[in-house]
């Protein structure tokens, strides 16, 4: 990303179903396609990006509601037309008055994250974007079955006598606690080449 660029985004991103919410503020340059800001919802999320992805948001322009995308080969026949993810640049898509998109993520289960346009705010000098500023409780982790199976997860972690228990913990990882967040963990650099499976 060429340092061009003279304002920041701030967006909040939450995910959808969850409560108490699942959230996160970040700042993005004002060049960023939605392509740059999959990867970055991927990396504040700790998601691998090994699932499908597309963005919903209306165009101001028009009105109409625009998904956003990848467009590959195995989806000129039955997907919907998708808006090429790597040219469309939140500057366009983005305004005081057209704050919102839906960000959606593993079509199995169907992560949704809402992401709200906060803010536009001047660069600052020596500051390395994007960052992540602030956000509450770790996210929910990738194949975790949606929105049911984090719940699940929750409930078998509170009761160390639950027959999953253990394997649940080694799964997670021991230090893994729901309650925890904190930005400056959170690490922006992407990697080039992804697996995608669909489901």
Not at 112 to 136: D, N
Not at 182 to 199: A, G, W
Request: some cysteine.
């Amino acid at each position: 990303m060429k340092d061009t660029f003279k304002k920041i985004y701030q967006l909040k991103l939450s995910i959808k179903g969850i409560s108490p919410k699942i959230w996160r503020r970040i700042q993005v340059p004002e060049n960023y396609t939605f392509l740059d800001l999959h990867k970055a919802i991927q990396a504040v999320m700790n998601w691998d990006d090994y699932h499908l992805h597309e963005f919903e948001v209306q165009n101001p322009k028009t009105g109409e509601l625009d998904k956003i995308g990848k467009t590959d080969d195995d989806c000129e026949t039955f997907c919907e037309p998708l808006v090429p993810e790597n040219k469309a640049k939140l500057s366009k898509y983005f305004t005081p008055e057209n704050k919102f998109a839906l960000y959606r993520y593993d079509f199995g289960d169907n992560w949704e994250i809402k992401v709200r346009f906060e803010e536009t705010l001047p660069k600052k000098q020596g500051r390395k974007y994007p960052v992540c500023t602030a956000g509450k409780r770790a996210t929910a982790p990738e194949d975790i079955g949606g929105i049911l199976g984090y719940e699940e997860m929750l409930e078998i972690l509170k009761d160390p006598e639950h027959e999953e228990y253990e394997q649940t913990v080694a799964w997670l990882g021991k230090d893994f606690d729901p309650e925890y967040f904190n930005p400056k963990d959170i690490s922006f650099e992407f990697k080039d080449q992804r697996v995608y499976t669909r489901l």
